[in-house]
Structures are given as structure tokens and as C-alpha cells.
């Protein structure tokens, strides 16, 4: 791998692993009956640690099509074999699982996935259809940080709302709705800090510093508001939130210096399968689950039990599916 692409790898790595997490810790941390334990708070940090996982696919995405370079049809194709794929799987395990018929699962499948994760799929092709019209160029890093704290924290929509003597203050009122419009600017973010550039090593420590206060300040701000709503509250859980916000573009920072030279084979695997691994690893969470194949009473040994798993038996389905899928069209 050159270095360009051994950090994008490695990254892809990270962020699927991170991804199983937060659905292997999810099920103990909206528990609010537990919340004042030990393992929901580990849980709690461990889902906010993971926070960053999605919003770092969008920026990952952006940093490989909104350059030189843009999705193909072949991508297109790609996405929507994957959502026809796994959601075929979803309403066949919802189906044997539950006995649901075929039409209350399907009937709305254009509007909404069929599966809880299976969102990310809607949501990508909005990144590939926008990518043959968008190439971002260099900037200077002021120019970013300024462009994030007023988009991304002062003027975000999920910020609390600050008030002084009936003055609003914050957050700024720059009329940005939806979810979207931060999918999109994350996938601007992604190209415009791949290319950035910088050379400092202090910059690499500084980014992994900010992405740990802003996972800890997730985590510490769920519990709080938990606490205060006397019920598990994910208001700083949200993917476009501030802090996660913050914390995935650190992320991408620190990635971009810290991982360029590890060259791991289990990383390589991963980042090789990691689609295959986001279709299956939830379906295998919730069997195990269901099947009362886990450990509801040793929460974090349920957390560790349900993450192997997912990111394993994910794995080993993705392996044995490329058998069969030679193009790689949904492994």
C-alpha cells in the first residue's frame, strides 16, 4: 500500500470496528436502569469513543470522489447491489425471525431501510450523486477551522440553544436542516483535510487529544442528560451533533499522520470486507440476542461476547460470500 492509501485503508479499518461497537454496547447503554453502574458507564464511553465511526465513512468517501476523481457507475452499482443484498437478508431473518409477511416489511423500503442499519446505504448515494459535479480544493487550515466551528458547532441545529435576557445567541441561524447537509459537509471535510496541507508532527497529537475530550464530553453529556430526562436521552449521540462533529474530524486528522505507515494484515482484511462486515454484523448482533445467546447479566462481557462476533462472524461471512461474489460486488 502507498502511504496515500495505507491511512484511508487503515482508517476503513478502524471506523468498521467502531461501528460494531456501538451496536454491540447500545443495547446495555439505553438501559437507564443501570445508570448509575460501572458497566453502563464503560459502555456509555465505549459508545462515545465509536461515535465518529459513520461520519468518518462520509469523509472518506468525499476525500476519494470529490477530487480528481468521481464515482463511476460501477460505484453506483455497487451501493445499490449492497442494498438489495442486505436488505433481501434483513426481510428473510425478519421474516423466519419474526413471522412478519413479506409486504408490511417491504412496503415502505424506499422510503426507509427495512433494517436499522441498513440507513447508510440511502444515505452514501448522495455523496457518489453529487461527486461528478464537486472537486474541492485546497484551502488554507484558518480557513477550515473557521468554516467548521461557524458550520459545524455555532450554527449547528443540535446545539443547545443559548439565550441572554431574551437575546437568541446560539446557535446561529443559517438555515441548515437535515441530516444531509452534514453528511454532505462531511464528505467536504474529508477531501479538503486529505489534501491539506501540513507537516507538523504536534498536529497529529493535538487532533488525537480533541477527539478524546470531545468523545469524553459525548459521553459525559449522555449521561447527564439521561439523568436529567430520568431516561437514556442520545442527544449527543446524534451523528451531526457538535461533538461527534468535532471528533470525527479529528479522527480523519490524526488518521491521516498516525496510520500512513502501519502496514497490519488483519487491518488490511478488514478494511477489504468492511461493507460486507457493516451488512452482516448487525443481523448477527441481534440473533444472538434473540437466540438468548449472550451474557445480559455480565454486561461488559456481553459487550466484548457481542463485538467479537459481529466483527468476526462478519468477517467469516464476508470471506465465504467473496467465494461466490468474484467481482465483489456485496463482499
Known amino acids: 500500500m502507498s502511504q496515500k492509501i495505507a491511512w484511508i485503508d487503515n482508517l476503513r479499518a478502524l471506523a468498521c470496528m467502531m461501528v460494531v461497537m456501538i451496536h454491540a454496547s447500545t443495547f446495555q447503554v439505553v438501559n437507564f436502569a443501570t445508570i448509575n453502574s460501572l458497566s453502563w458507564q464503560l459502555a456509555d464511553v465505549l459508545n462515545a469513543f465509536s461515535r465518529a465511526a459513520v461520519p468518518v465513512f462520509f469523509m472518506i468517501s468525499g ?121 454532505l459537509l462531511y464528505a467536504l471535510f474529508g477531501r479538503a483535510l486529505g489534501i491539506l496541507d501540513y507537516d507538523k508532527p504536534w498536529l497529529g497529537w493535538a487532533a488525537a487529544t480533541t477527539f478524546v475530550a470531545s468523545s469524553l464530553l459525548i459521553a459525559i453529556g449522555t449521561e447527564l442528560q439521561s439523568q436529567h430526562n430520568q431516561n437514556f436521552a442520545s442527544t449527543y449521540y446524534f451523528y451531526c451533533s457538535p461533538l461527534v462533529f468535532i471528533a470525527a474530524l479529528s479522527l480523519f486528522l490524526w488518521a491521516r499522520q498516525a496510520l500512513a505507515r502501519l502496514d497490519w494484515p488483519p487491518l488490511r482484511l478488514i478494511s477489504r470486507h468492511s461493507l460486507a462486515i457493516y451488512g452482516f454484523h448487525a443481523l448477527i448482533i441481534i440473533a444472538l440476542r434473540s437466540g438468548h445467546l449472550d451474557f445480559p447479566r455480565s454486561p461488559l462481557l456481553n459487550i466484548a461476547w457481542l463485538f467479537i462476533c459481529g466483527l468476526l462472524g462478519g468477517l467469516l461471512l464476508a470471506l465465504l460470500l467473496s467465494r461466490v461474489d468474484g467481482k465483489r460486488w456485496v463482499s
Request: hydrophobic share 55%; with cysteine.
Open 63 to 183: 476525500y476519494l470522489f470529490w477530487g480528481e476523481k468521481s464515482a463511476r457507475p460501477r460505484h453506483f452499482l455497487r451501493i445499490a447491489l449492497c442494498w438489495f443484498f442486505y436488505s433481501a437478508l434483513a426481510v428473510f431473518y425478519l421474516y423466519v425471525s419474526t413471522k412478519m409477511g413479506f409486504w408490511p416489511l417491504l412496503k415502505n423500503i424506499l422510503q426507509k431501510p427495512v433494517f436499522y442499519h441498513l440507513w447508510f446505504f440511502y444515505a452514501i448515494g448522495v455523496i457518489y450523486l453529487l461527486s461528478p459535479f464537486i472537486a474541492i480544493k485546497k484551502v488554507s487550515a484558518p480557513l477550515l477551522v473557521i468554516v467548521a466551528i461557524l458550520l459545524g458547532v455555532l450554527a449547528n441545529p443540535q446545539l443547545p440553544a443559548l439565550n441572554w435576557q431574551g437575546f437568541h445567541l446560539l446557535p446561529l441561524n443559517l438555515y441548515i436542516t437535515g441530516d444531509a447537509f452534514y453528511y
